[in-house]
């Protein structure tokens, strides 16, 4: 099993910026990736950013060159850097991993972030 747990989410006006966290426990040795997807009301929920344990990155079209994700593996933490927000990034935020072995998904408890004048 692995928990788990977002935290940074908020209010922020166009243009500003956020820094989520998720922290990872459990049997950590099952996963690989972690990443972020949002979901913003009436919509699918959506690719973010992922980060492998090498580090290796892929973003989604409309985060490019705005959202910056990275790990810290000592403390088995992902990090969201979020520039430059747009009203449309408004969503709650989930974070996400997958059991290497039996594919088995698991998603954080989410995190709203609403930008807003």
């Known amino acids: 099993q692995v928990q788990l747990v977002e935290s940074g989410g908020g209010l922020v006006q166009p243009g500003g910026s956020l820094r989520l966290s998720c922290a990872a426990s459990g049997t950590i040795s099952r996963i690989n990736f972690m990443g972020w997807y949002r979901q913003a009301p009436g919509n699918q929920r959506e690719l973010v950013a992922i980060?492998?344990?090498?580090?290796?990155?892929n973003y989604g079209d409309s985060v490019k060159g705005r959202f910056t994700i990275s790990r810290d593996n000592a403390k088995n933490t992902v990090y969201l850097q979020m520039n430059s927000l747009k009203p449309e990034d408004t969503a709650v935020y989930y974070c996400?991993?997958?059991?290497?072995?039996?594919?088995?998904?698991?998603w954080g408890q989410g995190t709203q972030v609403t930008v807003s004048s």
């Open positions: 996400h991993t997958k059991d290497r072995y039996s594919g088995y998904d698991y």
């Open positions: 980060i492998t344990s090498a580090g290796g990155t």
